[in-house]
């Protein structure tokens, strides 16, 4: 590995400790990590992780957890490693699959959406993680202080509405998320319209099914008011295969097929995804998702994140009649702080002007 590539990937991990987990050199970091056969995270990710927090002063300690295709606790001896750990950085979708749900030693975990060594080291993962919290908190804000948010695409959705001024947080995860790449989920309630469905339906990544993907032929109109499906238009047969696709999940797991809980969009301009979404769609699910290009809503599931995602391509989000989104662009200055945020952060603007544009379904 070269010189400067070991060096990045020391500048993002350092982002990612220290910046993100607030460790202090010295400090014990478990790694957990899926074997060697899995693909989700690239192979010699870990290793070269490992090494840069070693020579940045932590005291580095691997463990192997299995994957499982339903979220579970770590075995036992893990879990007294978690315990005597200051900070626990998953490299595994096990954290993932618990986002949403009470993970031990929830408070000191880290789970990882850089899962190539490119990302990890490239602009992903070495843009300050400050900045990229300062900007989720904007646009929090911004959400929250909307009288009307719009969201279209160029397929047709078109959906509308607002949080309700009592509501109470934004509902978000309760562990740390490296690298920061979405505002916290916007809840459905409030919000009617219709979502264009098209390439096809994927997990959200807490559990991984079969068919995990469910291809779409042509395009779908789901419409729905608030968190219910009101209905579906478009080609019978692709509109059965849906149904009987949610039906099937929804037996399986006790779940409302026709609940629509929640979305969101990426905010990251280094998020790139360069591989195909058909070659590795768990892996495409738990890491493109952080590019603007990118909005998915969660369904499926009266709870965060549900089983299903709608994805759209490139949308438009509109707060008050303002394209903060437009056709997949993110623009930061549009919103209160945003253009401060990008003079504190340098090095973030200059990624907004050329952002990353593969997201692997292009």
């Known amino acids: ?21 607030g460790a202090r ?6 790694v957990l990590h899926e074997p060697a056969a ?31 295709p339903e979220p579970a606790d770590p075995p036992p001896p893990v879990l007294e490693a978690m315990e005597a750990a200051h900070h626990i950085l998953y490299l595994a979708r096990l954290g993932d ?26 602009p992903f993962g070495t843009v300050p ?38 509501a109470g947080p934004l509902p978000d995860v309760g562990i740390l998320r490296f690298p920061m790449a979405v505002f916290a989920p916007v809840p459905m309630e409030g919000f009617a319209g219709r979502v264009a469905l098209a390439r096809f339906l994927v997990g ?23 968190t219910r499906v009101t209905g579906y238009d478009g080609p019978s047969e692709t509109v059965a295969g849906i149904r009987a696709h949610l039906a099937a999940l929804a037996a399986r797991y006790g779940l409302d097929a026709d609940f629509v809980h929640s979305w969101h969009a990426g905010i990251h301009p280094g998020c790139a995804y360069e591989g195909a979404m058909a070659d590795n769609p768990g892996r495409w699910t738990g890491s493109a998702f952080g590019n603007p290009r990118l909005l998915h809503v969660h369904t499926c599931g009266a709870y965060a994140p549900g089983e299903v995602c709608w994805n759209l391509l490139d949308p438009t989000i509109t707060l008050d009649g303002v394209a903060v989104w437009q056709q997949g662009g993110l623009h930061p200055d549009r919103i209160p702080g945003g253009a401060e945020i ?6 973030l603007r200059a990624l907004f002007a050329a952002p990353a544009r593969a997201v692997g379904i292009d």
């Open 97 to 122: 699959q618990m986002r949403f749900r009470p993970l031990p030693h929830a408070g000191k975990s880290i789970v990882s959406y850089a899962v190539t060594r490119a990302a990890m080291a490239g």
């Open 25 to 30: 050199p010295g400090a014990r970091l478990l």
């Open 129 to 166: 993680h400050a900045a990229m919290l300062a900007l989720k908190e904007a646009v929090n804000a911004a959400m929250r202080a909307a009288r009307e948010i719009r969201v279209t695409c160029p397929l047709g959705s078109d959906f509308a509405g607002r949080i309700a001024p009592e």
């Open 342 to 347: 990008l003079d504190t952060w340098p090095d």
């Open 204 to 226: 959200t990544g807490s559990r991984y099914y079969e068919p995990f993907v469910h291809p779409i032929d042509g395009t779908v109109t789901v419409r729905f008011e608030g």
């Open 1 to 21: 590995m070269s010189s400067n590539r070991t060096k990045r990937m020391q500048d993002a991990v350092a982002n990612m400790a220290f910046g993100c987990a």
């Open 38 to 68: 899995e693909d989700h995270y690239e192979p010699g990710l870990c290793e070269e992780v490992q090494a840069a927090a070693g020579a940045l002063g932590l005291v580095v300690e691997r463990r192997e957890i299995a994957f499982s």
